[in-house]
């Protein structure tokens, strides 16, 4: 063996066999010397207490840090001066391991370089006037003048470690705090003249992390996982954490942070790449998160922020500012969802600079935002919800699609878009109530063409239809709007009043106020309004089923008054000219409060409603007729309902006033035996052509007249309908055949008992006469006492009245 290996390797057993009689002695000291080395480390730990450190007992554990030398002390408790008061141990330690400096015990000293604690509880208490039991960690008072101070080194530990240890930091004072059940921290420091430095590896689960008590915890039961770089600066008297990788309820976080000791202050910078939206918002504090989560983001995104508190305790909430970055996304929102999404989004609690930081002063703001919203492609600069106690929604809204994109889109069966195009311009503003619009505030036009539009409920087919939506705050109105249905055009205008701020809060108070004209108008087309609402497929999603829900509440709730101009109104039979009305929908009825319409040579004037009810429909019309031909005018309404006497059996004109109430069915049509009311007519140059029962009388008793067509130049009546009854008050009847008088009921079924008072004389007869001759011999000669009754064939058959007056 060469010399130089022989000397190199005695001279490292030297060292060993140096080192580990060190070790044997420093050993053999702490067991020999138990009470006075536990002394030792206390009134080391104590130096700079404002209280006490105590301890039950030492043992020594040798081989745990060897080459040096550990001991572990028992039942360790640390409490502040006012301990007495709060009753809060700052540190109470089933055991703490602490690895003493070999040489420093041969010449006398204690010097610690590692510390654990295990299975120990850890509470940083201020109370409400601001005092804290960390206050023993304050430097004592200068010595007195006459006393030497120490010259022994500040404790500096070089590693320390947290096995199981509860850590609480309750501060009362500014409503905060923190509670981490601590499974291991592992701190390796060092020590140089600017304070210290570290590496501290951590794994704990946070069971509080409030900055505002009242308000809640962030990272409520989440776990945190990673390796710190922390170092302190005595210049500042401020602890810096380098931004580092660490694991928040498994997904990684680069989180910084910088904290003031002397304010008690701090600021905290996080960053997270593809995390999902929902995630995040569980880390906040519950006023925020319930909050943020009314929308939800499908894909995960990209997020920075920042939390500050500037140690005032001014605001009791930290300062929050959040950004995130949303690409090709899917975004719900409580009206619905926006698919195809791109934006850049931010949150704060502080939006004006220098005011309070809480929810009235919080903001949600997206910017350049793009997506489409139910097929409809959507583009806003920015779009600001504000104010989180009470939100308020802002933001400009631009759009330009082809109708057909709405198909299957609304979550409603109520209109199907065959055709046609929208392009909308819209700034709103509008109140959030538990984050649905209400009051809005809209100005803006939406301009519609060439649309082509079934709405479902009430089979209305509008085709080559356009109309210009404007919003001017809360009112809307329309302009140059054109509908046509079938062969109808209605060119229409608006003007509701009120509108946005009715809209979702009392559709029932929406009135509006619509003038249309039509050059021609047929209303047979218009049947669908009588009849009940076709039931419609339920939406899928809860936030359709509530725009739906919504949407047809404020169709059918609000109320309508329609001024309408027609040149030529068609149905069926009937055709009438300069037709002029006023009519009003509320609810299940329709009230005609003014129709004037040129019809069959006269003119008609009337006014009623129309109750539309599950089975049929009630009507009401009060109606005066004016000098309109009496045929044309039974034929134009299908003789009223009845067969008896029609449009073949009448001539001359008529007049009348019409009170009637009835059942009209859901396709129009009059059903028999349902009117009630009262009819006053007058007839004038008329005629009375085949009328059966008068042609039976004629067989009867005046073969040698006719009356099949008995002319009567003035007839005035007065008619009482009950449903399938008419009761014909008495009334004097001059004819060209035949005088007489006539009173009864007729019946459209059975009932009939109509008495007929003829006399004789041929009319002709006294054609020479003047007026009061005729009356005084109207009734002279033989007079016919008759009745018509029904028989048994359902006909009817005339007989002697033996019961006249």
């Known amino acids: 063996m060469k010399r130089w290996l022989k000397i190199s390797l005695g001279i490292l057993s030297g060292l060993i066999i140096l080192v580990i009689i060190t070790w044997l002695a420093a050993a053999f000291y702490i067991s020999r010397n138990k009470k006075e080395v536990l002394s030792t480390i206390l009134a080391q730990l104590n130096k700079n207490l404002n209280g006490q450190i105590t ?82 960690f304050k430097k ?6 006459n006393e030497s101070p120490s010259k022994s080194p500040d404790l500096a530990v070089k590693k320390i470690d947290f096995n199981r240890v509860s850590l609480i930091i309750d501060n009362q004072k500014r409503h905060k705090l923190f509670n981490f059940n601590i499974n291991q921290i592992q701190g390796r420091m060092q020590y140089p003249d600017s304070g210290w430095t570290g590496k501290i590896k951590l794994k704990t689960q946070v069971n509080s992390f409030a900055f505002n008590t009242r308000k809640g915890s962030f990272l409520k039961d989440k776990s945190l996982e990673g390796t710190l770089s922390a170092h302190y600066s005595r210049d500042m008297d401020a602890v810096i954490l380098d931004p580092e990788v660490l694991k928040i309820g498994g997904h990684p976080f680069k989180i910084g942070a910088k904290i003031e000791l002397d ?8 960053a997270v790449d593809d995390i999902l939206f929902k995630d995040v918002a569980m880390l906040l504090s519950p006023n925020i998160s319930s909050k943020l989560l009314k929308f939800g983001i ?19 909430d930290p300062l929050i500012k959040v950004g995130i970055t949303v690409r090709d996304n899917v975004i719900s929102i409580p009206a619905g969802q926006l698919t195809s999404a791109n934006f850049d989004g931010s949150f704060t609690n502080q939006d004006t600079v220098g005011g309070i930081i809480g929810d009235e002063n919080s903001a949600i703001k997206f910017h350049r935002l793009t997506a489409k919203y139910y097929n409809a492609p959507l583009k806003i600069d920015t779009f600001t919800v504000t104010n989180l106690s009470r939100p308020i929604a802002t933001g400009l809204v631009t759009s330009q699609f082809p109708l057909t994109n709405l198909n299957n889109s609304l979550g409603t069966q109520d209109f199907e878009f065959k055709q046609g195009t929208a392009d909308l311009r819209l700034y709103c503003k509008a109140d959030i109530d538990n984050f649905r619009f209400t009051k809005p505030v809209v100005s803006g036009k939406i301009n519609i063409a060439n649309a082509d539009i079934l709405y479902i409920p009430r089979k209305l087919h509008l085709v080559k239809s356009a109309l210009n939506i404007n919003f001017n705050q809360n009112d809307l109105s329309i302009q140059n709007g054109r509908f046509q249905l079938g062969k109808s055009i209605l060119n229409v205008s608006c003007s509701i009043e009120n509108f946005a701020k009715l809209y979702y809060t009392d559709p029932d108070k929406i009135l ?71 009519i009003s929908l509320r609810g299940e009825g329709i009230y005609f409060n003014k129709i004037s319409v040129a019809h069959a040579g006269g003119t008609l004037s009337l006014n009623g409603s129309v109750i539309q009810q599950p089975g049929s429909n009630s009507f009401k019309i009060n109606s005066k007729i004016s000098h309109v031909s009496v045929k044309d005018f039974f034929y134009s309404f299908d003789n009223f309902g009845q067969k008896t006497i029609t449009n073949k059996n009448l001539k001359g004109y008529l007049s009348s006033t019409v009170n ?57 009546g007065t008619l009482n309908i009950r449903g399938d009854k008419v009761d014909i008050s008495p009334m004097q009847i001059n004819s060209s055949a035949m005088n007489f008088n006539v009173k009864g009921i007729y019946a459209l079924g059975t009932g009939t008992n109509v008495e007929l008072d003829i006399p004789l004389r041929n009319p002709k007869g006294d054609e020479n006469l003047t007026r009061q001759e005729k009356r005084e011999a109207r009734m002279k000669g033989i007079v016919l006492h008759l009745k018509a009754i029904d028989d048994d064939k359902g006909g009817i058959k005339i007989r002697w009245n033996k019961d006249h007056d």
């Open 55 to 136: 301890a039950t007992g030492m043992e020594p554990t040798l081989l745990k840090s060897f080459p040096g030398v550990s001991v572990s002390l028992n039942g360790v408790l640390l409490r502040d001066s006012l301990w007495i008061q709060h009753k809060h141990n700052l540190l109470k330690a089933q055991d703490i391991d602490v690895s003493l400096n070999v040489l420093s015990l041969i010449v006398g000293n204690v010097n610690i370089n590692q510390i654990a604690i295990n299975d120990a509880s850890i509470y940083l208490y201020t109370d409400s006037t601001g005092y804290s039991n960390t206050s023993i």
């Open 512 to 582: 509006v106020n619509l003038k249309m004209h039509s050059p021609q108008l047929y209303l047979n087309e218009f049947l669908p309004f009588l009849g009940p609402r076709t039931k419609k497929k339920s939406p899928s999603s809860n936030s359709m089923k509530a725009a739906s829900k919504q949407l047809s509440n404020v169709l059918e709730l609000s109320k309508m008054n329609m001024n309408l101009r027609v040149d030529k109104a068609i149905y069926e039979k009937f055709l009438a000219k300069n037709l002029i009305a006023d």
């Open 660 to 716: 009637i109430a009835g059942k009209i069915s859901h396709s129009a049509k009059i059903l028999p035996r349902s009117i009630n009311g009262k009819v006053v007519f007058n007839l004038s140059n008329a005629a009375l052509v085949n009328f059966d029962p008068m042609v039976k009388v004629g067989k009867f008793a005046f073969a040698n007249r006719n009356l099949s067509n008995v002319e009567i130049k003035n007839l005035d």
């Open 140 to 145: 004592k008072k200068a010595v007195e003048d």
């Open 263 to 270: 304010k008690s202050a701090f600021a905290i910078s996080i």
């Open 298 to 316: 499908e894909k995960p995104i990209d997020i920075r922020g920042n939390i500050v508190d500037d140690g005032s305790g001014k605001f009791g």
